[in-house]
Structures are given as structure tokens and as C-alpha cells.
């Protein structure tokens, strides 16, 4: 069987299409030119933001950033002409962690993608699910055969012991959890080239290193996917491998902001479980380990996809919910929130991941609470909360050269909003209208979702 899989690995490999390549040759495209005129722009590199310009888009592109009167003075007669006086311009957001099909329902991941894309998200990472939905999803996304943002997705490594877990199983029904190219087991007797080959071979855009693997195993993998040019993108605390074993092994992204914590124990568990906790009190969240740790990280370019805000969210369900009451295992909001601002302020660049999906009644994805939760209980400046919801956020799927700012060349992933998110980072829930590919989706065209699309 699993000669099989190789197999069809290599084939799919071999005539995958680049993302760049499908969004410029497929889906709605259009070959016109239009411009946005009159709105402040927000570039998503950090920079100030500049009042009185255009954008002009054609076939999908941005052409051209300026003020507008430059700008209007060079566009052809024929050009359709978008007055956005009143507005703010910034790149389309990424959600750098979510789940659309642990438990696969196509239905369901499509109503809570419209909400994305018309909430001003253009791009999604997906950490690991049923491949086979996933690479559904993502062909209808890129060539915009329904409203939602681009998704890029994980293939899954772990030790042999993580596939007992129920949430992998869901994620290969019909098959062997651990043993199809998507959720793969490793050992050291694991063939490095064939396993990296397999899940390369399922079009996934990173390799996720998840848990219950030793330091030696999580450096063989990170080095063999660099061979072969796909990302890794790894919990922060893979049990055993420690924080700083993760990030010595070179990978390119690290969830969870409060595992980073683990530098600080002596005692490391081997495999990991959701009641595995830590003395958070007794904990410095500003230690100098974790500076030696953070400088290491800043030095390779290794994002922190920190998920600051889910700290609170499960702090606010155990008393909300108190029969879904999480164990001891959950990380203090505020040390979480002291851990993501030392790192902030050792350099280490940050993006914006949830992994939470929020309730049909909610008007916006839960991406809008981490940007908020960043400015307010980490620190950041609102304009750094945007670099990182943008710019950073291209930089973990590895399409920074192609999309994250506002620049001539990039693709036109735009958001607009009617209120100065620089004033307020909460002014970014005003969504008027997204831009992905140059294709627009106002605001008021959403269709809610309904408790009727989770349910199906």
C-alpha cells in the first residue's frame, strides 16, 4: 500500500501546478483595468500610512500604487473607475492557523470560508487535515470557484504513538491513520526522501511536525524538506523535542507561544497530551533562555505563529462552559500575552493564527480577536498588528514575493475598510469590500452563515 501511495506522490508531484501559476491562468480573472481612488493605503510593510491615493489593478495585478491625481491622469479612458474617497486600503489578511477538515464536511468549511473572504481574509494555512477535502477546497479557492480565501494546508508528521489519538483518525477515514501521505508516522526507521516525497506528492505547501518526536527526528525531516523545498511549520514543544531543539533544527514557522515555555523545565514529557501542564507562576516570561532562544529564532527568519488570543478563548469557555472545562494544561492569557511581547521585542516577527472556529452567529472570523488581543495585551503598535496579519503572513506560506503588501507586481489581495485602523486596530471589522486576484466581494453581498451550513 505503501508503494502505492509513493507512487501517486511522485505522479502528483510532478504535475501540480504552482499557486502562482493557477492564479494567473485560472478562475474569474479580470482583463480590464479598474481604480481605486481617493482612500488612505496601508502598505502592510509597517510604514506610515499615506492619505490621498489610487490603486490600479489589471488582470488580477496591482500595476500601480500613487497619489491620485498622478494616477488618474495615466489610466485609459475606458478604465473602470472605483471611488473610495473615505476609505483605508491594506493587503487582504491570512489567518496563519486554522482547521477546515479535521473532521472533513465540505459544506461547512465552504460557509466559514465566505465568511473569510468577505471579512477581508485572502489567504488561509490550514495545519493538517483530510488532504483529500483539503485539495478540494484549495482548487476551488485559488481558481475562485466560490467566494473564499486562498488555503494552503499541512501535511502531518508525528511519532507512532500521536495516531491514537481520535482527531487523526478523522482526518483519514477509510484509511490507516499514519500511514497515508497526509498523517505519516516516523521513526528512525522512517525512509526520510520517501516520506517527504509522499507528502510533497499531496500538493501540501508545509510539512507540520506535530508531537511525540525526538530532536534528531524533527532535524532529519526539516533537512530533507529543505531538500525538496517545501516548508515546516512545527509546534513550538513536539514532546520530546524541546523548544530549542525545534527551532536548532531550522524550521520555518513555530505555534503556540505558550509552549515556548518548556525551554524554562527540567523535566520534558516524551509524548503529548492535552493535561500536560506547567508552573506558570513560578515561570519568567522575560528569562534570559528564552532571549538566548528568541535571538536564534530571529537570526534563521523563523515566524511565531503565537495564537495569543486563543489563551483567553479557552480561558473564557472554562467559565462559560463549565462542562466542557479544560484541564490544567491551559496557558494563563497574561503569561501568554508577557511570553508574545518579549518576543516582539527581541525582534522575533510574528503572524496571525487562531485555531479556533468561531460560532455561526459571529459577523467576523476569530482572526479579528487575535489582532486585537496583540494590540492590546501584547503591545503592538496597530500598524505592526497589520505586517503581521499580512506581510508575515505571505512569508509563512512563502509567498511574500507574490502578495502581503501593496505594491506594484503583487497580486491585488486588498482589503478596505470605512474606519482608520491605525487609530483603532478594532476599526478593521468596518470590511467594506475584499479584493482577492483583482475579483471583488462587497461587503453586503455576504450571505451569513446559519446554524443550517454547520449542521449539514
Given amino acids: 500500500m505503501r508503494a502505492f501511495w509513493v507512487t501517486i506522490a511522485m505522479c502528483w508531484a510532478l504535475w501540480a501546478v504552482p499557486a502562482q501559476a493557477v492564479d494567473a491562468e485560472g478562475g474569474d480573472q479580470p482583463s480590464d483595468a479598474t481604480l481605486y481612488t481617493g482612500m488612505s493605503v496601508i502598505d502592510g510593510t509597517g510604514s506610515p500610512m ?28 475606458d478604465a473602470k473607475l472605483v471611488d473610495a474617497s473615505g476609505w483605508y486600503a491594506l493587503p487582504g489578511l491570512i489567518d496563519t492557523h486554522v482547521h477546515m477538515a479535521t473532521v472533513p464536511n465540505l459544506a461547512q468549511a465552504r460557509a466559514l470560508m465566505r465568511r473569510y473572504i468577505y471579512s477581508g481574509i485572502t489567504s488561509v494555512r490550514d495545519m493538517a487535515g483530510d488532504m483529500r477535502m483539503l485539495a478540494e477546497l484549495a482548487r476551488e479557492s485559488r481558481l475562485q470557484k466560490i467566494p473564499a480565501p486562498d488555503l494552503y494546508y499541512a501535511a502531518l508528521m508525528a511519532g507512532p504513538s500521536f495516531f491514537k489519538d481520535p482527531r487523526p483518525g478523522s482526518a483519514a477515514e477509510g484509511e490507516i491513520a499514519g500511514q497515508v501521505p497526509w498523517m505519516q508516522a516516523i521513526t528512525p526507521e522512517t525512509d526520510m526522501t520517501e516520506a517527504v516525497t509522499l507528502a510533497r506528492g499531496t500538493w501540501a505547501t508545509g510539512i507540520k511536525i506535530y508531537a511525540n518526536l525526538p530532536g534528531t527526528e524533527v532535524r532529519r525531516i526539516v533537512s530533507e524538506a529543505k531538500k525538496h523545498g517545501i516548508k515546516t511549520w512545527a509546534h513550538s514543544m513536539v514532546f520530546p523535542a524541546t523548544p530549542g531543539e525545534v527551532v536548532g533544527a531550522g524550521v520555518d514557522v513555530i ?42 529564532i ?39 500575552a508577557k511570553l508574545t511581547s518579549f518576543a516582539h521585542e527581541q525582534g522575533v516577527e510574528i503572524s496571525t493564527g487562531t485555531d479556533v472556529v468561531l460560532p455561526a452567529e459571529a459577523s467576523h472570523p476569530a482572526l479579528f480577536d487575535e489582532l486585537e488581543t496583540l494590540v492590546a495585551s501584547a503591545g503592538l503598535t496597530p500598524l505592526e498588528v497589520i505586517r503581521a496579519a499580512t506581510l508575515n503572513g505571505a512569508r509563512v506560506v512563502g509567498l511574500e514575493d507574490d502578495r502581503g503588501t501593496l505594491e506594484a507586481g503583487k497580486r491585488a489581495d486588498i482589503m478596505f475598510v470605512s474606519k482608520n485602523p491605525v487609530e483603532d486596530i478594532k476599526n478593521l471589522r468596518a470590511v467594506v469590500m475584499t479584493v482577492k486576484g483583482g475579483k471583488a466581494y462587497p461587503r453586503a453581498d455576504y450571505v451569513p452563515i446559519t446554524k443550517e451550513d454547520l449542521a449539514n
Fill in 255 to 296: 505555534s503556540h507561544v505558550c509552549r515556548l515555555a518548556w525551554e524554562l523545565t527540567e523535566e520534558k514529557p516524551g509524548e503529548y497530551h492535552h493535561s500536560i501542564a506547567l508552573p506558570y507562576d513560578t515561570l519568567d516570561p522575560a528569562d534570559d533562555r528564552l532571549k538566548v532562544l528568541y535571538a536564534k
Fill in 50 to 77: 499615506q492619505t490621498g491615493m489610487a490603486i490600479l489593478v489589471k488582470n488580477g495585478r496591482i500595476m500601480e500604487v500613487g497619489p491620485s491625481a498622478e494616477l488618474a491622469a495615466k489610466v485609459a479612458s
Fill in 298 to 336: 530571529k537570526a534563521q527568519g523563523t515566524v511565531l505563529d503565537a495564537t495569543l488570543w486563543l489563551y483567553s478563548h479557552l480561558e473564557e469557555r472554562r467559565k462559560n462552559q463549565p462542562a466542557r472545562k479544560a484541564g490544567p494544561a491551559i496557558c494563563p492569557p497574561d503569561f501568554a
